[in-house]
């Protein structure tokens, strides 16, 4: 199976700061990547598939990058609506989770 | 606008079984793999199972293998069949559709299964 390992678990940062998040694979997934975001009460949602594509209607102020095992998440400028927990996920060899990120204000 | 509509959580005692159903419109539905994911309560999200887009083929998790069961029929429903349920099945119970190489686009609002005695 392969494990997904997210750093940070928790986040404090101000809205208007850059903030970056990692995930590592236990094993090479490719570009077979996908990034969520999940507000208190509310179903997960996806911003970034194959690690680098913007899902349609997310804000540009996300991205992402990265390939093989080593994978990031940036949001360039904070808004408060981005105060939430964010999930990777891998999708190359069956699917898992990463035990996620919290994003908190400072 | 793609929908999905889980029911059939509650409560249930160890041992027993629960049939989750979801219901999906706004889509082809035949055209899809779906997907259970479920998370416990203040814990993160954890794949359960999948099953293609024309249903012959199905994969688990190692912790619900031989004891969930995924299926769907042709029109607009997939079904997770829980058997031989245990504590820490207790959990949020997405139904999440699969837009090919490009995750999880769209996600129900869950049903939540508690197995407690």
């Known amino acids: 199976d392969i494990q997904m390992t997210q750093s940070p678990s928790t986040l404090s940062a101000s809205v208007g700061d850059r903030v970056t998040i990692t995930c590592r694979a236990s094993q090479s997934i490719n570009k077979w990547l996908a990034w969520y975001q999940q507000k208190p009460g509310k179903a997960p949602e996806l911003l970034i598939y194959?690690?680098?594509n913007l899902e349609s209607g997310v804000p540009s102020r996300f991205s992402g990058s990265g390939s093989g095992t080593e994978f990031t998440l940036t949001i360039s400028s904070l808004q408060p609506e981005d105060f939430a927990t964010y999930y990777c996920q891998q999708y190359g060899g069956f699917y898992s989770f990463g035990q996620g990120t919290k994003l908190e204000i400072k | 606008q793609a929908q999905l509509v889980e029911s059939g959580g509650g409560l249930v005692q160890p041992g027993r079984s629960l049939r989750l159903s979801c219901e999906a419109s706004?889509?082809?539905?035949?055209?899809?793999?779906m997907h259970w994911v479920r998370q416990a309560p203040g814990k993160g999200l954890e794949w359960v199972a999948f099953i293609s887009y024309d249903g012959s083929r199905t994969k688990y998790a190692d912790s619900v293998k031989g004891r969930f069961s995924i299926s769907r029929d042709r029109s607009k429903n997939v079904y997770l069949q829980m058997s031989s349920l245990r504590a820490e099945d207790t959990a949020l119970y997405y139904c999440?559709?699969?837009?090919?190489?490009?995750?999880?686009?769209?996600w129900g609002q869950g049903t939540l299964v508690t197995v407690s005695s």
């Open positions: 999440v559709r699969n837009r090919d190489s490009k995750g999880f686009d769209y």
């Open positions: 706004g889509f082809t539905f035949s055209s899809y793999a």
């Open positions: 194959m690690a680098s």
